[in-house]
């Protein structure tokens, strides 16, 4: 099945900073999709991107279908913004159709 | 809020028990997915249904089985329980139009523990 890598596993940061997110993906997709787990353990969608740039306040993110890669920008962050950021791909077709696999995530922590 | 509704929220009980998750999917969305997280597995889907019919399976355990009701509400009913299973469980839904799952929201969790 599809293989998805995120990277960095850990990020730490002072508020006000920016930080990039990676995404890498092993196979053609048709949904790639952004979430931020909050402490509750609640999957907030962020973006859904399978292609293109989306922006959405401080947050952006790009995804490079042809190069197999999606980043997310981080922008002057809160500790709200404080998580488990994920990122989840389904595959164009046969056996992954339909499922999201997801990365193991990035683990973001803002320090006031 | 996702508009996808899961109940309980908690659920503790002992091995060996049966349990039954349910999921309202979104108002209109036809397809619905569980997945399992937990600390050493990570996010794992387990099965995806679609206006009734199952759709495709993930890594869902034979003890394990779902179904998806004419309302399209959903429920996932886990039997023989093991310490293992302790996980939050999520529900999600999807429109599914065109051939294509589109963006999926996800419901707030079931968080099982086994003791």
């Known amino acids: ?112 | 809020d996702s508009g996808v509704t899961q109940t309980p929220k908690h659920l503790i009980t002992a091995t060996g028990q049966r349990v039954t998750l349910r999921c309202s999917p979104r108002s209109g969305d036809l397809s619905v997915y569980w997945y399992q997280q937990s600390l050493d597995q990570g996010l794992q889907f387990l099965i995806q249904y679609y206006n009734g019919e199952e759709r495709a399976k993930g890594n869902i355990l034979e003890r394990f089985s779902a179904q998806q009701f004419p309302d399209l509400h959903s429920e996932l009913n886990l039997s023989s329980l093991e310490l293992g299973d302790s996980a939050l469980y999520f529900c999600a839904s999807s429109a599914h139009i065109g051939g294509n799952t589109g963006e999926l929201f996800f419901g707030e969790g079931s968080r099982l523990t086994v003791l």
């Open chain 1, 1 to 112: 099945g599809i293989q998805v890598e995120q990277s960095p596993p850990d990020l730490i940061l002072q508020e006000g900073a920016n930080s990039t997110l990676r995404c890498n993906f092993s196979d053609s997709v048709n949904n790639l999709q952004w979430f931020h787990q909050n402490p509750w353990g609640q999957l907030i969608n962020l973006f859904y991107i399978p292609s293109g740039t989306k922006q959405n306040g401080r947050l952006s993110a790009t995804t490079v279908a042809t190069e197999r890669y999606s980043l997310l920008y981080i922008s002057s962050s809160q500790t709200t913004d404080s998580g488990v950021y994920f990122c989840a791909v389904a595959g164009a077709g046969g056996t992954s159709y339909g499922k999201l696999t997801f990365g193991q995530g990035t683990i973001l922590t803002v320090h006031p």
